[in-house]
């Protein structure tokens, strides 16, 4: 979708006899005020010198409510809730009312948890949503959500930041051809409620699937010569991703045309202007596929892990999550 100056729709619109906020905003509501993403996505959609699909978009309400028993997150919310009230967001006492005043909805909550709750009144109420990373605390969560989405006819998608960094992007987008060797690296920090990698490891694992793609067939959790978390994925036509933890954010990639490096870092702002263009065409930038298959890596990553680093199939610890879900 290509966007307009907003002199120019101003001028359009006036001509036309309609205002400029009627045309073309996009309200946006935030659920969960537990993590700095959800000012950090405010500033980007609030900056009087946005541009694009960010400029038709502005953060006016927030539900502060995350998690319900995660101690780094619950004691952000006072803070977080102020430095909202200060940017002009209206604080809501529930979903219900954030939903009335809103077009569309980040849910920000930290806890993947509480995740699928808190999306059904947004997609039973037909809005559009970005669910911040992990999509849920659960595979099968993970599944129910999708199945959701398509139930209500709701489009949604979930994405680490580093998705859109521009090393990834250039790589997925065929810089150096078909990637047959990957290696990421981000921290990985734990959190006992969720499984290993869904709290931090994930971002290196989307840099991962960014630059690799579906086709992830099967992984063997071990770790590196420093103790480390390494998670070796077997791809279709014998192409082969790896996950380690580490310091900071990096990797390389080796395709038909060379080699280069990914998985930097290059801020919230990409995404937040994906998601932008997301509420506006309804068209989401990664399928449920890849976001199912990102969750099934980790979540097999885990049970590699509890059979003492064998290896794993991603088939196998779907069909476990949704025999979970068949009860």
């Known amino acids: ?134 999509i849920a605390g659960s595979l099968e969560d993970s599944i129910a959500i999708f199945a959701a989405s398509k139930k209500y006819g709701v489009p949604l998608f979930s994405s680490s930041s580093l998705r859109f960094a521009s090393q990834n992007q250039a790589v997925r987008n065929g810089s150096i051809g078909k990637v047959s060797y990957a290696k990421t690296g981000s921290p990985a920090s734990l959190e006992k409620t969720h499984p290993d990698l869904y709290w ?24 590196t010569d420093d103790g480390k978390i390494r998670v070796t994925g077997k791809w279709s036509g014998g192409r082969t991703g790896i996950f380690e933890e580490r310091k900071g954010y990096g990797g390389t990639a080796k395709g038909e045309k060379g080699e280069a490096e990914i998985g930097k870092y290059d801020g919230y702002k990409p995404l937040v202007v994906e998601i932008a263009k997301y509420f506006h065409s309804g068209e989401v930038p990664v399928s449920a596929e890849e976001t199912l298959e990102i969750m099934a890596f980790m979540e097999a990553a885990d049970e590699s892990k509890r059979q003492g680093g064998k290896e794993v199939t991603l088939a196998s610890v779907m069909k476990a999550a949704q025999a979970k879900l068949d009860k």
């Open 1 to 134: 979708m290509k966007f307009i100056s907003k002199t120019l729709a101003i001028a359009v619109f006036s001509y036309l006899g309609l205002s400029i906020s009627h045309a073309a905003e996009i309200k946006v509501g935030i659920i969960g005020l537990d993590t700095s993403h959800a000012l950090a996505f405010t500033k980007a959609f609030n900056d009087a010198k946005a541009e694009g699909a960010l400029a038709d978009c502005k953060v006016v309400a927030a539900y502060p409510k995350g998690s319900p028993d995660i101690e780094s997150s619950t004691k952000r919310v006072p803070k977080y809730t102020e430095e909202m009230k200060k940017m002009g967001v209206e604080i809501v006492p529930s979903i219900e009312a954030l939903l009335e005043k809103v077009d569309a909805v980040c849910l920000e909550t930290n806890d993947g948890r509480p995740h699928l709750a808190q999306v059904l009144p947004v997609l039973k109420a037909k809005k559009r949503v970005f669910i911040d990373k992990p």
């Open 200 to 223: 931090y490891g994930i971002h290196g694992v989307e840099s991962l699937f960014t630059v690799m793609g579906t086709g992830c067939e099967s992984v063997v959790r071990s770790t």
